[in-house]
C-alpha cells in the first residue's frame, strides 16, 4: 500500500493499531507512547491535536506526561515541542533564528510577505476586540481601514469572516484565525498581554496604537520595510 493510501485511511489504520501494548512492561510501553507521539508531530505540517494524538496512545496513557517527557529529552536540542494553536508542534528555539536566517535567507517560520505597521496594527486591533467590523476599526483609527488592507491579513490566513454583527446591515466581522495563532506562537487567545492591565500599566493606550506602538507579543508582525500604504489605508 503507498503512503499515499496509508493517509487517506486514517480511522481504518488505527482500527489495526495496538495502543494499550499491555504485552510491554510499563516503561518500555511508556517509551513506545512517547516515540508514537513525537514521530506524529514530527510528520505534521501543523500542530496536531490532543485528538489525534490519541488515536496512537493507550486510553488511559497521559498525555501531558508524555509531552513533558519529550520536552525534557529535546532539552539539549535546537528544537523543541510547543504548545500552539490548540495543539503542538515542533519548532526551532528562537536562539537559532539567525542562524536560520543565514543558511536560508528568510527568518525562521516565515514564508510569507511580512506585515507593515498599518497591518500589524490593525491585526493586533482584530486579536484583542474580535468579532470586530471594518466599520469599527475605522472608527477606531480615525480614518478608513481599506479592503485592501483587511484582504492582506486575509489572504495570509491570519483573519477570517466572524459571525454577522447586530448593527444595521448585518456587516461580517473579522477574528482571527489558528494560523494566527501558530505565527505568534500562542496556544489560545488568553496568552496575548493583557490589554487592560497595558492600560493600567501606562504602557499603552489608544493614542500609543494609533502611534504604532505595538505590544511586545505582537511586535513580530511588523516588517522593517517601508509601509506600501494604500490611499485610504491606515498609515
Aim: charged fraction near 25%; proline fraction near 6%.
Amino acid at each position: 500500500m503507498s503512503e499515499a493510501s496509508t493517509r487517506r485511511k486514517p480511522n481504518q489504520q488505527s482500527a489495526l493499531l495496538d495502543t494499550e501494548l499491555e504485552h510491554l512492561p510499563p516503561e518500555l510501553r511508556w517509551r513506545e507512547w512517547m516515540g508514537r507521539v513525537e514521530a506524529v508531530v514530527f510528520a505534521a505540517s501543523e500542530p496536531v491535536t490532543r485528538s489525534v494524538l490519541a488515536r496512537v496512545v493507550g486510553k488511559n496513557c497521559n498525555l501531558e506526561l508524555i509531552i513533558d517527557d519529550i520536552r525534557a529529552e529535546l532539552a539539549g536540542r535546537p528544537y523543541e515541542l510547543v504548545a500552539v494553536a490548540g495543539g503542538w508542534q515542533h519548532r526551532t528555539k528562537k536562539a537559532f533564528g539567525d542562524i536560520i536566517h543565514a543558511a536560508f535567507g528568510t527568518p525562521a517560520g516565515q514564508g510569507s510577505k511580512e506585515l507593515s505597521q498599518s497591518e500589524a496594527l490593525v491585526l493586533m486591533c482584530i486579536a484583542y476586540f474580535q468579532p470586530i467590523t471594518r466599520a469599527e476599526l475605522s472608527s477606531f483609527f480615525g480614518k478608513e481601514v481599506s479592503r485592501d488592507l483587511i484582504g492582506v491579513l486575509r489572504a495570509q490566513d491570519l483573519i477570517a469572516s466572524g459571525p454577522r454583527s447586530p448593527q444595521p446591515g448585518a456587516p461580517y466581522t473579522y477574528v482571527t484565525t489558528k494560523t494566527f495563532l501558530s505565527q505568534f506562537g500562542l496556544d489560545t487567545l488568553r496568552q496575548l498581554p493583557d490589554f487592560e492591565a497595558l492600560e493600567d500599566a501606562g504602557l499603552l493606550s489608544k493614542e500609543k496604537l494609533l502611534a504604532g506602538d505595538i505590544p511586545a507579543g505582537l511586535a513580530s508582525a511588523g516588517g522593517d520595510g517601508e509601509d506600501d500604504v494604500v490611499e485610504d489605508q491606515v498609515s
